[in-house]
């Protein structure tokens, strides 16, 4: 099967600049997760989504972070403005039915660099 | 989540098994212990998960103490692939919020 697909994989943007993430998960997997990965840390969770709608997004910043999965499917997330510390890279993972036995899984991420 | 603390890194010569510990003294009765590894530049791969019981799969073994505070994932073969940074998380995955909590992991470094 395909895996998590993400875009752009690069981003380099200027402090103030506004900036957007698209995913696209695993065909059929109903829950999405959007992680933040600052250099030498492990990935911090921003949002969950299950189907189009939000279970938690308790470390998400709201006052710049915003994360949508209209259609239950692909996701975007946006980030306006930014700041320096935004600079990481952007997981998003999936996972359908039965990922207690399966894990989830990860795309490759996008790595987002702000000057 | 239970606080999991793993070694900052391991070096483990090729061909030789390696053996990466995870404290989890506060685990939960119904959370499971998760293995994930992280090879540069990529997103964390599932390795293997375990609750009672040890678990092997084609990857790795995961061997958990009795009293599970503890845990040790096997690379039987460590190959030069293998080298990664391997995450331990206890947690409960039975649906609502379950977006897991990584620690720092421990960086495997397979030596030629």
């Known amino acids: 099967e395909a895996g998590v697909a993400q875009s752009p994989r690069y981003k380099i943007i200027e402090k103030r600049q506004s900036v957007a993430f698209w995913c696209n998960p695993i065909?059929?997997?109903?829950?999405l997760y959007w992680y933040q990965q600052i250099l030498g840390q492990g990935p911090k969770l921003l949002i969950q989504?299950?189907?189009?709608?939000?279970?938690?997004d308790s470390q998400l910043p709201k006052d710049r972070f915003s994360a949508e999965r209209l259609k239950g499917v692909d996701s975007t997330l946006k980030i306006q403005p930014a700041k320096l510390e935004d600079s990481a890279v952007y997981l998003c993972?999936?996972?359908?039915?039965?990922?207690?036995?399966?894990?989830?899984?990860f795309g490759s991420g996008t790595r987002l660099t702000v000057v | 989540d239970a606080k999991t603390t793993q070694p900052t890194s391991m070096d483990c010569a090729e061909g030789r098994a390696a053996n990466l510990p995870c404290n989890h003294s506060t685990i939960s009765g119904n959370e499971y212990v998760y293995w994930y590894r992280q090879i540069h530049s990529q997103g964390p791969q599932y390795i293997i998960h375990g609750l009672k019981n040890n678990e092997t799969n084609e990857m790795a073994s995961l061997i958990i103490t009795e009293d599970r505070k503890s845990s040790t994932l096997i690379l039987p073969h460590a190959t030069l692939r293998d080298t990664a940074v391997y995450y331990c998380?206890?947690?409960?995955?039975?649906?609502?919020?379950?977006?897991?909590?990584f620690g720092k992991g421990t960086h495997l470094i397979i030596q030629p």
């Open positions: 989504f299950q189907n189009n709608g939000v279970v938690d």
């Open positions: 065909s059929g997997h109903a829950t």
């Open positions: 998380i206890a947690t409960y995955s039975g649906g609502g919020a379950d977006g897991l909590t």
């Open positions: 993972a999936s996972s359908g039915t039965g990922h207690i036995f399966y894990g989830y899984t």
